[in-house]
């Protein structure tokens, strides 16, 4: 119970909301003793070259934008390119072509051979094969024995019954440059571009901007999102809403030129654009993939609907504080927004 919104929206996202502190730092040791065992793979020959230097975390855990569940953990294992050759105009259909004077024999068991009569053999590097690389690898490890290790999409996933959460883990090869990128598997034996550092950095940027108040604003509306009611959205496309919401906060700036500090008006503030933007593209914030948004027309009119009802009642609930300085009914109206493990009053 709380007598106040703000310690009624600091308990929910404590006990309700939030990852807890034990069990996220928890999942970072092991994320990391599983990235020290894949180096130790490499070392030992069983999987591919690892380019420890362009290991990241990445995903809703590495942002610190996920809700309770801690249901998995998102990483990308950087490999050691050599020689390869990178042919392709599109982001998500990219040939790694490896050289026929390749001495790495892991890669090349990991390549489809095209022989061709009038020039040296040919070998694409495959990522399904990369992938079943990794996973016929992991099962060496005796702590994983008894795990369900499979390649599935992008990634290799790891599911331990110790822990409640997935790893699910993605070989790439980083490319530098202007504008550098990691290539990752397109789930169809071919690799396509991706930079999660783009979706990082303008996490931070913007939650730094805003008193860090970004974040706690984004794990609310996960929450809401996940309450039912409405068509999900996942959970990319939602946080990039939110980051646009963000972005074009201007009229959040209050007189003293500051912005507003308080979860409760974000989140308000940002359904409000959800109801107004959700029928409108959604620009990837990486700049690969172009509209985000694949919801039908159908799910995007509830989604307007849900969001322009519940902006009404959280407008209320932040007149029914700010102007009335009724907290009681303020945080009835969060309830009802939010659900019963919203704290009541008292």
């Not at 709380?2 to 309700?16: G, P, R």
């Not at 855990?61 to 490999?79: E, Q």
């Not at 996960?222 to 496309?237: A, D, L």
Request: charged residues 25%; contains cysteine; proline residues 2%.
């Amino acid at each position: 119970m709380a007598n106040s919104v703000n310690s009624s929206f600091n308990q929910f996202l404590n006990d309700t909301v939030n990852v807890s502190k034990a069990q996220s730092d928890n999942a970072k040791c092991s994320r990391d003793y599983l990235t020290g065992q894949i180096k130790t793979l490499s070392d030992n020959e069983d999987f591919l070259k690892v380019a420890t230097q362009y290991n990241i975390n990445f995903g809703s855990f590495a942002r610190k934008t996920k809700i309770k569940p801690l249901d998995d953990i998102d990483i990308i294992v950087g490999l050691n390119g050599g020689d390869l050759q990178i042919e392709g105009n599109q982001w998500d259909n990219i040939t790694l072509k490896v050289k026929s004077e390749c001495k790495d024999n892991i890669i090349l068991n990991a390549s489809d051979k095209f022989s061709q009569y009038w020039t040296a053999d040919t070998y694409n590097l495959n990522s399904n094969k990369v992938k079943n690389k990794l996973v016929s690898a992991l099962q060496k490890i005796s702590q994983y024995e008894k795990a369900d290790i499979h390649a599935r999409g992008e990634a290799v996933t790891l599911k331990l019954k110790c822990y409640p959460w997935n790893f699910d883990i993605v070989p790439a090869f980083y490319t530098g440059g202007d504008n550098p990128y990691y290539l990752i598997p397109n789930g169809y034996g071919k690799w396509k571009k991706t930079n999660p550092i783009i979706e990082q950095n303008r996490v931070s940027r913007l939650n730094q901007k805003f008193n860090n108040v970004v974040l706690s604003t984004i794990r609310l509306i996960k929450y809401w999102n996940r309450r039912g009611q409405i068509p999900n959205i996942t959970s990319y496309v939602l946080e990039t809403i939110v980051l646009d919401y963000f972005d074009q906060a201007s009229h959040n700036i209050v007189n003293d030129g500051k912005y507003y500090d308080y979860a409760d008006i974000h989140f308000r503030d940002a359904i409000y654009y959800i109801s107004n933007h959700i029928m409108d593209a959604v620009q990837d914030t990486k700049g690969f993939q172009g509209n985000i948004n694949n919801l039908t027309y159908e799910q995007k009119y509830k989604i307007q609907i849900r969001a322009n009802t519940d902006y009404s009642k959280a407008y209320n609930a932040v007149n029914a504080e700010t102007q009335d300085k009724d907290n009681k009914k303020s945080i009835n109206i969060w309830q009802n927004i939010f659900g019963e493990d919203f704290p009541q009053y008292g």
